[in-house]
């Protein structure tokens, strides 16, 4: 099972036809069939790590603004409080301490995978992220749970490969350099499973302060590549732009 970074874009995704509908709706043809889905995601920002132990977790509409069919949609799927348990076993067992908690799915969650998943018939529950504690921390966070893809589960996060919304623009039609130098950056460091650069971004990336004014949707690659393990590379599965700076690509990491 690899593990999977995706860029989620705005809620209205599930909506609007384009690109990135397009390939998600499709994901699940390429991937093998998990048997439960671990979800970091841009949109649960914790002090310390937490585990979603719900046995039927909430469908969260944490967003305002954008059509009301949005705030009617539900993502029914199971959550897993067993595996909750376990990862939280783990994430303690490096040290780096973790809690439970009874939450739901938000939109970083449930806005993907009611395209990739549409059934909801694959249990999932959401990690925390910490973005207080740094790059460094979400790459070990990640790593704690690199024993799961052998097991069947599939390790997400879900995040944005740009995401600076003073920026977006309906109307723009061509991306700005500052976003696809970026963009091009994360891809290249991304295939070639450059953990030390990925972690550096701030410093090493083109543009990275104006790409990501704050680092929450930029950290769930992070996990992503932790839980594919020491060594792992990335393949890039889909590259657009949305709203004209929004980067939609999504990789996959594997050994």
Known sequence: MPTLFISHG?????LEHGAARD?????????PRPRAIVVASAHWLTRTPTVDSSARPATIHDFSGFPAELEEMRYPAAGSPELAREIAA????????????ERGLDHGAWSPLILIYPLADIPVLQLSLQPSLGPAHHLRLGRCLARLPATGVLVLGSGGATHNLGTLSMGRQTAPA???EFDAWLADAATRGDAD????Y???APHASQNHPTPEHYLPLLVALGAAGVGAHGRTLHRSM???TLSMATFAFSQ
């Open 202 to 204: 701030q410093r090493q």
């Open 23 to 31: 390939f998600l709706a499709h994901l699940a043809s390429a991937l």
């Open 178 to 180: 500052w976003a696809t």
């Open 10 to 14: 705005a809620p209205s995704l599930v």
């Open 197 to 200: 650069a990925l972690v550096d």
């Open 242 to 244: 949305s709203y004209g």
């Open 90 to 101: 783990l994430l303690q067992a490096d040290g780096l301490g973790c809690t439970l908690a």
